[in-house]
């Protein structure tokens, strides 16, 4: 049995052609909005995978989009562009707890008509 993958292109500009040459593997490829009081809207598009083999992420492609554009997925057999391994974020103690606290006061502030003190 030949592998499928998914064709990307973006505005009609081809992207990449993923997929896994190999028997077990899980791909995607997600749109994703988000809308935050008081924030940007954010758009974002990836296509990653699961190498099942090794438990391995990796990714194709993790992009922004802005409004109106068209992105195309086509249902294709190989061959598949390489991917590249998911690295995990790096952060100092610091920078994590600064995060966390910035998320906390944000979730505060967004629930407090929901806590009770």
């Given at each position: ?10 505005n ?7 997929g ?87 979730l ?10």
């Open positions: 049995m030949e592998n499928i993958g998914i064709n990307i292109r973006i009609g500009e081809q992207i990449t052609r993923a896994f040459n190999k028997a077990h593997y899980v791909l995607h490829a997600m749109a994703a909005f988000a809308r935050r009081g008081g924030r940007n809207d954010a758009f974002g598009f990836r296509v990653g995978g699961l190498d099942s083999d090794v438990d391995s992420h990796v990714n194709w492609l993790n992009t922004t989009l802005n409004l109106g554009d068209i992105v195309t997925l086509e249902i294709v057999k190989g061959p598949f562009d390489a991917s590249e391994p998911r690295q995990p974020p790096v952060a100092s103690e610091e920078d994590q707890l600064k995060y966390e606290l910035e998320l906390f006061y944000r505060k502030e967004e629930l407090k008509d929901h806590i009770k003190e």
